[in-house]
């Protein structure tokens, strides 16, 4: 893969938390055999060489581990039995209110897309028929391109100026937030106003999209939004939840809103839940898995009622999500036992549609990382792809001659007529003169004999560039809905293929059915999710009958994608050099223990430090730690020191900017009293070290950490292979791990890069750099 | 509570590991100012006074972590990542069969108890329509009795005098598998074979019981057979899946086995996966999961693919589970915004009878605990309930007017005329007189009118209080199926009550309806499962429209029976004392810290060690510790020594076994090597220490340990607070977890039973006393 300079796109701004990594080895010369990343970490350039063997030191861990310090001890125990009980309920109003402002979010970005999308349909369709019989269609595409490159223009410039954060579908990033990693401003109120306006603006300019994986995202920033009870950007404190501002509580909640999302999108609240626990929750925890299916199902539930109301058909409920695939009857659609190879084959197809799609989007990516970071770039590459989209729609449409009866059953939003005769349209038009969900509808149900298979094939093939085009331009936008649209094309078109190899002349092959398992192939060979998928598919069809099936097509679509790229979503990850944690360590890692993993020596401070020490420590922008071993005393001499406990970067922001020193000359003790509030206060946007003033004076007031410091850290000891040390990381949702000797004694210090670091590569674990990008 | 003698019925013979408990302290009169258990330890009464705030000793724990010695580590090292993917695929392969096996298991049931039971209902009809019009029905009573009495006499002898474990559902004894108890001979091939002959025998003896919830149980044991590749009972070693023949890895299976149990039942693979998550696996695992899923899918695959062979309509598939609640359509049967209240009011309802179900059955299973606990006593109260079952089920239909015309559509298995007129059948007989099974379908989908309320409402409060009675006897049966045919009566009594409450006329309550919800009520509040519960209505319906009117019911039949009484699996659960570890650490728990739940002083052993000193501790049977915590040298006095590993009572036994000693007179290394295979061929039956002999020459041998200890057990420092010990316990599923000091000295050892000791009461934090019953 060829060296390219990189930008990272998730946050190509300076981050308030910008300056502080990890907590990385001191680089003062040791006498440890290793770490070219330290080399790197020296130099520091701004752009350094790309490859995909780089991990970025430039994203913080999120601390699932409560921090136990005698703050919060002695907090945990005033609180009485009631309190806690009264906690449980507010967790469930929280999650209640998720699922709601959820659900209506999905319902105002359906409606207005609807409205958006169908004035654009309107207006081009009566051009088009105002010019096909006095000629000048060139016109009616004129009009078609501007209203979409339009359309495209504001959602483009919203996010590749205000927030580049909110491009694409934001899976990736909530994946990331749910592994424990901090994608900076992920989960602000402002992403998801730019995510919501971006999306409606993309889908309404007609690009190969779906609306439905920007729910997830929406879900998790509401839910990040309401547990905390407040708004840092609105700097509105409404005083409630304050319980809940920490890393761990606040993970919940964002499990519940993703989860209420793609119930949202899919109607689908099992598979929601389902799909928060199989990418982000490590520890499966009973009443937190009832509290997130209990925020689908009113997500779901509102998103039925408003848009009951709005149809005009209150209290119907027939709109479980976004995107609704039709009733499948399974009567009429049962299954055969012979037709389950054809599904396997059909799923091998999918596999290797979604490897080739993961494979070309890869090296778009690469391009536009390397190319087109600039954000007026980006916006003109969106608007291309609009105009190429409308132009290449109404080429294909033009040259089309599928015309098909126009059915009374299945009327058609905007039937296209175009050079059909009377009573006919064009059936090229269904699958390009709509938006997506209805596409899918269409190749899902309409009659045996509504698409010509030269009609589908076309589709398929051009369809498919598009949407790889499309993915990872810097509009907000899903992933799903194409990917379900291409798969229903080629299903289908298997379906009639099939259908036509029988003899006897009945068509044995539903093209519907097929047309359904060629969705769930392809969708599954671009994303390689796996049970949640089944279920979402199973209730989006709201049939079970098709889960075997569907299984089987998804597995083996994994299977062979696995065999040649990762999923799309991880393809993406990787390309951010993000840290991400899988669910075990590499397989042949055993060979590795905690001494060779670790980062050593360590940065400690003594139980009572000098304030001056602190703040240089903190000030070191070279190295940047942000976890601190606390130690009985630090030896000047290289030698470990007894462990006694571990404070964090942030809690010491907090110490000093409430100046809470005990002032030696005076020879009493001032120390303020704080409280875990004052740290509650400042979650999660710590000021920087700079943003604090130290007098030179108080340099040289001393700070008790006893209090505040964790006194209880998970510690390992040395021989610890790597595995071991991965599972109690990953299961705990830990962010460092102190290696200790056999006395107790501080040796090294495990963080999540450390552990990110090795992988399995095509010839046996490898070990990635680490590079401050 | 009063005081009553107990007697455990899952183990009420001597086990072969029944000697060893889990680490407990030493009883040397320590300092330690506690331990009233210490006490109870001491004079160890065969039969103690039991009260609800005992937990016993006698269980041991399962190891769900890996034993990381020298040997198990080369082992990993050696294995390349070919042999990892060969080791995957035999996952795989397992799970196959897993789910093939539980579902051809299904299958035979279904078909055996269909036949057997349609024997009994035919003479029994044709003896009834002999008699009706001659007189003497007494006659028919009397057959019905005594057939009824046959049947469970077998089925009852068996479980009662070879294999009490196999009593039940096996449900509870599943969940404590999976939390990490080790409840003797639950997983055995004899336990499968009486466990399936039992509940064909109870099912077609007539009583109030379900053949759903054994079949978990028949899952699990399938599972834990399959995955080792060998049957212990039968003397058969295959020599495959050598890798698979240790805790951890069995559970994993034994996970995918429940969910393929499950799957079975009631045709609800996503339903089962749950199910097991929700019930045993703390750690989610993606890849696991999948498997789980894949198990599950292949079970009620086979199931159904068998069954329609049985049917005589070979790949029609339409049998996914043993009970089927037949096709409710989306379109009739929708719901409306203002049933919601009165659905969360029957979910109050149920919430309340299943508090009272499980009220009425905790004191009866205490009353069997202290009378009933002879095998003969338990076989005449089995036959003693089948008859009155019988008895008052012909009473019921014999004093029943309500007559019904019989339907072409809705033909019913067994019409019973009785004293209707021509071409009528008796309702009540519907009923009663049929496979519960089948009740329920009638209940689900039979007209509107098809039963006048009084026969609805005698039937529900006779088989509430038959099935009450029925659980818990010495017969192997589930409660899913009559808390279902239970709720669906009174449902669709509630059905048909709202429906005449409307004035006008049209019946806006279709009763069918209400009786789905019913029965989802009375379920919830007798078994308190949540979300797995919610999705196997679900997918038994096959109609994800009702998933939110279900979930509802559930949640608030939980919360109210909550209220009052546990669920009846936890129940039962405690009323065998199980050192069951729930999902967190209980709320006011922050208190305590290790110091104070651990046990202390230890008993340790030097890295290298005199196999006297071994022997004589492993014999020692007052203590019969399970761990060793391996220390650097034992001090005499009570100072601790530096920790450096940790050793099992298992790993000992092979150790002894085969004679690794060093003999130190001859002044060579003669210790011999031993392979980790000579460990898994002595999993899971370690002989006992009584049946190794050891010389007294051997008794002077030293034995190195270093090897085959785990050197680096997890630890934790004296301050850390129970709620995070709970958490680090849990999360990894420990078996010991070493409380050192801030030298790395071992100051104590916490356990299972230590963190399960204490659990939330009425009046705050409770602590049970520990018992050897």
Known sequence: MANITKKVSWSSRADESGLAGEATPLLNGSEQPRHSRQESLRGRPKEIPHNEKLLSLKYES?????????????????????????????????????GFLTGLIACGIDIVVEKLAGYKYEAVKENIEKYTEAGGLSISLVLWVVLNSAYVMVGSIIVAFFEPVAAGSGIPQIKCFLNGIKIPRVVRLKTLVIKVFGVICSVAGGLAVG?????????????????????????????????????????????????????????????????????????????LTWRIFFASMISTFTLNFFLSIHHKKTGELSNPGLINFGTFDSETMAYNLYEVPLFIAMGAIGGLLGALFNFLNNCLTMFRIRYVHRPCLQVMEAMLVAAVTATVSFTMIYFCNDCQPLDKDHTEEYPLQLFCADGQYNSMATAFFNTPERSVRSLFHNQPGTYNPQTLGLFTLTYFFLACWTYGLAVSAGVFIPSLLIGAAWGRLCGILLGQLSSTGKIWADPGKYALIGAAAQLGGIVRMTLSLTVIMMEATGNVTYGFPIMLVLMTAKIVGDYFVEGLYDIHIKLQSVPFLHWEAPATSHWLTAREVMSSPVTCLNRIEKVGTIVDILSNTSTSHNGFPVVVQVTDSDEPAKLCGLILRSQLIVLLKHKVFVELARSRLTQRKLQLKDFRDAYPRFPPIQSIHVSQDERECMMDLTEFMNPTPY???????????????????????????????????????????????????????????
Not at 69 to 97: A, D, K, P, T
Not at 267 to 276: N, Q
Request: glycine share 8%; aromatic share 10%.
């Open 62 to 98: 999120l601390d699932y581990d409560n921090i136990e310090n005698q703050l919060f001890l002695e907090e945990e125990r005033r609180m009485s039995h009631m309190s806690f009980r009264c906690l449980e309920i507010s967790r469930w109003i929280v999650c209640g209110l998720i």
């Open 211 to 287: 609306k439905e994986g920007p729910m997830i995202h929406s879900g998790a920033v509401v839910a990040a939004g309401v547990s905390q009870g407040r708004s840092t950007s609105l700097k509105r404190d409404f005083k409630i939840f304050e319980y809940f501002r920490r890393d761990t509580e606040k993970r919940d909640f964002v499990s519940a809103g993703a989860a209420a999302g793609v119930s949202a999108a899919f109607g689908a609240p099992v598979g929601g839940v389902l799909f928060s626990l199989e990418e982000g929750a490590s520890f499966w925890n009973q009443m």
């Open 715 to 773: 510690t390992v000891p040395q021989e610890t292979s790597l595995p071991r040390v991965f599972k109690l990381f990953r299961a705990l949702g830990l962010r460092h791990v102190v290696v200790v000797n056999d006395e107790n004694k501080v040796v090294g210090l495990v963080t999540r890069k450390d552990l990110a670091r090795y992988h399995m590569g095509k010839h046996g674990l490898e070990e990635l750099q680490l590079a401050q990008t």
